[in-house]
C-alpha cells in the first residue's frame, strides 16, 4: 500500500484558515506570507485529491470533507499540546549566511538564550547548503537574504537593508559601471550597475577584505 506524506505545516495552514475563515488573519497567526498559506493548503488539497475550502471574493468555507477533516486535526493539535509542546527545547538550530552575524543579531540571540534556557548552534554557509540542510531538519531556521518560496518552506522579511558604496575616490551611480566592483555573490544588488563583466565574485567576506588591502597595500 502507498502513502502519501504530508507535512504538518499544511495541516497548521488549514486548521488555521478553517478557524478563522480567512487566508490572510491565518497568515499573521502563523507569521508567514498570505501566498505561502494558500500554497500549502493547495499543497494539501492536491494530496487529498479533494477540495477542503469553498471560495469566493468575500469569503471562505470548509466543505464537507473540509469539517471532517478540520475535527480531526483539532484534536490531533490538542493531543499534540498537550503530550509534546510542554517538553522544552534543548537547542535551537540556526543557519546563517556569511556577514549577517552582526552585533545586533548576536545580541538578540543571547537574550533569547537567556530568556528561553536553550542551547544555540549557528552554522555559517551558503544558502543553498543551509535550506537543503532545513529541508533535512538539520537546521531549524535560516537567515538569509535570498527569499525562499519552495515547497513547505516560506520566508518572512525581519529586515530591510540598506545598501552602501564604498570608494576611496568620489564616484556617482552614472559612472559607477566603469569601475571594476568586488560583489558578494550573482544576486548582488551592485550587479545592475555593471557593464561589460566588469567585476570579481568573491563570496567570503574575509576574502574580499583581505583582496581589496592587497590591491591597495
Known amino acids: 500500500m502507498l502513502y502519501k506524506i504530508m507535512d504538518l505545516q499544511y495541516f497548521m495552514a488549514f486548521y488555521m484558515v478553517g478557524k478563522f475563515k480567512s487566508f490572510s488573519k491565518a497568515a ?20 487529498i485529491g479533494e477540495d477542503l475550502f469553498f471560495r469566493s471574493s468575500k469569503s471562505v468555507e470548509l ?8 475535527n480531526i486535526v483539532d484534536k490531533f493539535i490538542f493531543d499534540y ?16 549566511i556569511e556577514g549577517v ?6 545580541n538578540i540571540i543571547e537574550k533569547f538564550k537567556k530568556k528561553y534556557n536553550v542551547g544555540v548552534e549557528i552554522k555559517i554557509n551558503k ?22 518560496q519552495k515547497g513547505h518552506l516560506t520566508s ?3 529586515l ?7 570608494s576611496k575616490k568620489s564616484i556617482s551611480l552614472n559612472k559607477l559601471s566603469n569601475e571594476k566592483l ?9 550587479k545592475k550597475y555593471v557593464k561589460n563583466f566588469n567585476y570579481i565574485i568573491i563570496n567570503s567576506f574575509k576574502s574580499i577584505i583581505h583582496y581589496v588591502c592587497l590591491l591597495y597595500t
Request: glycine share 4%; net charge neutral.
Open 63 to 70: 466543505t464537507t470533507r473540509g469539517r471532517a477533516l478540520h
Open 28 to 47: 499573521i497567526e502563523l507569521a508567514i506570507t498570505q501566498a505561502a498559506v494558500s500554497r500549502q493548503i493547495k499543497l494539501l488539497e492536491s494530496s
Open 81 to 96: 499540546k498537550n503530550n509534546f509542546e510542554k517538553q522544552k527545547i534543548k537547542k535551537i538550530r540556526i543557519g546563517c
Open 127 to 148: 544558502t543553498g547548503i543551509l535550506i537543503k540542510s532545513l529541508e533535512l531538519n538539520e537546521l531549524d531556521f535560516v537567515i538569509s537574504n535570498n527569499e525562499t
Open 101 to 106: 552575524l552582526s552585533k545586533n543579531l548576536l
Open 160 to 166: 530591510n537593508e540598506s545598501f552602501v558604496f564604498i
Open 182 to 190: 568586488i560583489l558578494y555573490s550573482e544576486n548582488d544588488e551592485m
Open 156 to 158: 518572512l522579511e525581519i
